[in-house]
C-alpha cells in the first residue's frame, strides 16, 4: 500500500462548487503539504501543516482552505471552484527529525473546473 | 527568499548521450537541495538529495548532481541516457537546515531521442 494516498484521484466539477481532496499518510509524518501543479509553473505550495496545532499559508492560499483532521489526515478545499483552479494537485509530507527534509509526495488529483 | 532557477523547460538528448538539467539556486544561509524526477500521471519522486555533506551526490537510476556554492548551482547529469529517462524533473530548496517547506523549479521535460 502506498504511503501517501489522495481521494479522489480525477474529478470534474462546476464553477462554484464546493470540493474537498483528502490526502492521508501511514508515514507517520508531523508536517504535510498541499501544492498545485500547473504545465510550465512547477509546483506552488497552497497551504502546510507541521502539527496537528499549526497551519500555514502558502504562496497561493487565496480560493482554498484546509483542515488537519489528525496526524495522518491532510485535507484541502475549494469553497467555491473556479475554472483557474483546475490543476494537478499533490499532497506531501516529511519528517525533519528523522533528518532526511525531503517530501514524500502522493500519486496527486487531477482536478477540472468546468 | 529561497528561489530555484532550472534552465531549459526542454531538454532533448539521444539514447545513450550525457544528460545535463541545470538548476541554480538563490538563498541567503545555506540550502539544502533536492532533485525530484516524475514521470507520465505520477507523483514525484525523489533522486538525490544534498545536505551539506559531500558536495557531489549520487542518487537514483545513475543519476548525480554537484554542488558549487561558487555558482550557487546543482546541476543534474547521468553519463548515458536511457529512453525510461524521459520525464518531468524539478530541482528543489529548502532553507534554514530544512525547516521551511521546498521551493521548486518550473521543471525540465527530458525527451530521450532513440
Known amino acids: 500500500d502506498a504511503d501517501v494516498t489522495q481521494t479522489p484521484r480525477n474529478r470534474i466539477t462546476k464553477t462554484g462548487k464546493r470540493i474537498m481532496l483528502e490526502c492521508s499518510q501511514t508515514?507517520?509524518?508531523?508536517?504535510m503539504y498541499w501544492y498545485r501543479q500547473d504545465p510550465g509553473l512547477g509546483l506552488r505550495l497552497i497551504y502546510y501543516s507541521f502539527d496537528v496545532k499549526d497551519i500555514n499559508k502558502g504562496e497561493i492560499s487565496d480560493g482554498y482552505s484546509v483542515s488537519r483532521q489528525a496526524q495522518a489526515k491532510f485535507s484541502l478545499s475549494l469553497e467555491s471552484a473556479i475554472p483557474n483552479q483546475t490543476a494537478l494537485y499533490f499532497c506531501a509530507t516529511s519528517d525533519p527529525q528523522a533528518g532526511g527534509y525531503e517530501q514524500y509526495f502522493g500519486p496527486g488529483t487531477r482536478l477540472t473546473v468546468t | 527568499a529561497q528561489s530555484v532557477t532550472q534552465l531549459g523547460s526542454h531538454v532533448s538528448v539521444s539514447e545513450g548521450a550525457l544528460v545535463l538539467l541545470r538548476c541554480n539556486y538563490s538563498?541567503?544561509?545555506?540550502?539544502?537541495l533536492f532533485w525530484y524526477v516524475q514521470y507520465p500521471n505520477q507523483g514525484l519522486q525523489l533522486l538525490l538529495k544534498?545536505?551539506?555533506?559531500?558536495?557531489l551526490v549520487k542518487g537514483i537510476n545513475g543519476f548525480e548532481a554537484e554542488f558549487k556554492k561558487s555558482e550557487t548551482s546543482f546541476h543534474l547529469t547521468k553519463p548515458s541516457a536511457h529512453m525510461s529517462d524521459a520525464a518531468e524533473y524539478f530541482c528543489a530548496v529548502s532553507r534554514n537546515s530544512g525547516n521551511t517547506p521546498l521551493v521548486f523549479g518550473k521543471g525540465t521535460r527530458l525527451s530521450v531521442i532513440a
Open positions: 538563498s541567503s544561509v545555506p540550502p539544502y
Open positions: 544534498y545536505t551539506s555533506a559531500a558536495t
Open positions: 508515514k507517520g509524518h508531523d508536517r
